[in-house]
């Protein structure tokens, strides 16, 4: 992810604020002398109500996260062999590890290592906000982070992050990577109703994700899909704020114009961003193609010639596909993704809403199959919905 993470001052709070604020503070993942790491079973499940705030959940993020030294990652990744390198950014690298587990006969639970660049643009507080964020939520479909290391290096601070490791990447590399299998239609559908969750437990918490993209949801062993890199995440508006104002920072082609154009952050920013990625799963396209004419370079401007309820909208289905998708679901999900891509913030919906119309249109496409092997069952034929 190539973009710079600033914060700016907030405007006075009100005193009952304040006192939430310095209690939260005080709960902060304070990097402790490293011969007080306590060790930790890796298999004890963290357990968080979901209808409660970040700053609620922060007391409880200590008895969350273990804090590794830096040899111990070290030798996790065979010091940081390249041939264990699995990703990278502008924070730095992100390394395949093996961290031993509590019980002498268990094997070691497989970990990914990101290690920031003492170098990079992505400093100590974009750090410190996956610290934040993800040492205390808990939900399926958001990455899990483990612990953490900040030690000093010869280098300078040495800061990585340990998370749960995700055998099949990301879901950009499967749209896009050149030879690549073609995912078909269900697996996309699954993966992004899997992502809204995620999307929305997060707007429960008040908390805007600000970079939602192909490349941040990552998948298991069993595709299920899960929210990962929150370093720009941000604690949504609070009290009567409609807004956070924040330096416009993230990923071109999927911002909210409204953020582009003022710096304001909304739960529905993410809304729009989500609303991209549907079009990209739709059409197989990135969201910026700069290989395309200039009229095809970007895909939510492309997507506007070809309406769901024209005749050319099939022109736009990736063709990867070849026609194994149902035209009616499909035409849904532009519709979905339309709603979500409003201009006008206030007109689109809410993740709440969204997810419930991608269980809807899953819904449709499981009855529509079952329906037609009935039908084949009876002897009457096949029946394909051609698009």
């Known amino acids: ?105 268990d094997p070691p639970l497989v970990v990914a290592i990101k290690k920031l660049n003492p170098q990079g643009l992505q400093g100590h507080k974009q750090w410190l906000a996956e610290v934040q964020f993800l040492g205390v939520v808990n939900h399926e479909n958001v990455v899990k982070l483990l612990g953490y290391c900040s030690e000093d290096g010869e280098n300078g601070m040495e800061r990585l992050l340990v998370y749960e490791y995700m055998s099949n990447r990301s879901l950009e590399e499967h749209l896009f990577t050149r030879g690549a299998r073609t995912l078909p239609w269900k697996h996309r559908l699954e993966i992004m109703l899997g992502a809204a969750e995620g999307l929305a437990y997060l707007h429960e918490l008040k908390v805007i994700y600000r970079d939602f993209k192909s490349s941040n949801v990552l998948l298991n062993d069993e595709f299920c899909p899960k929210l990962s890199d929150f370093g720009l995440a941000r604690e949504g508006p609070q009290g009567d704020n409609t807004h956070v104002t924040t330096a416009k920072v993230g990923t071109q082609g999927y911002a909210a114009p409204e953020y582009v154009q003022t710096g304001h952050l909304r739960l529905k920013s993410d809304v729009y961003s989500f609303g991209v990625v549907l079009y990209e799963i739709i059409t197989g396209r990135r969201t910026v193609e700069r290989n395309k004419p200039v009229t095809e370079r970007s895909l939510v401007e492309w997507v506007k010639e070809y309406p769901a309820d024209s005749r050319r909208f099939s022109m736009i289905i990736d063709p990867r596909l070849r026609n194994n998708y149902p035209a009616s679901g499909a035409k849904s999900l532009a519709k979905l993704a339309d709603l979500c891509l409003k201009k ?23 009855s529509k199959k079952s329906s037609e092997v009935r039908s084949n069952s009876r002897g009457t034929g096949p029946v394909k919905e051609r698009v």
């Open 1 to 105: 992810m190539n973009c710079l993470f600033l914060f700016k001052s907030k405007k006075p709070e009100p005193r009952n604020q304040q006192k939430d604020r310095i209690k939260a503070q005080k709960s902060a993942p304070e990097l402790r002398n490293q011969s007080e790491t306590r060790s930790f079973d890796l298999h004890r499940p963290r357990s968080f109500p979901s209808a409660r705030s970040i700053r609620d959940l922060e007391t409880e993020r200590e008895q969350s996260l273990r804090v590794f030294t830096y040899e111990e990652l070290s030798e996790a990744t065979c010091g940081f062999s390249r041939r264990l390198k699995i990703g990278q950014g502008g924070f730095g690298n992100v390394y395949k590890g093996k961290i031993p587990t509590t019980g002498d006969s």
């Open 344 to 366: 006008n913030d206030k007109e689109r919906p809410t993740m709440e809403i969204v997810l419930e119309k991608l269980k809807t249109i899953i819904e449709e496409t499981d």
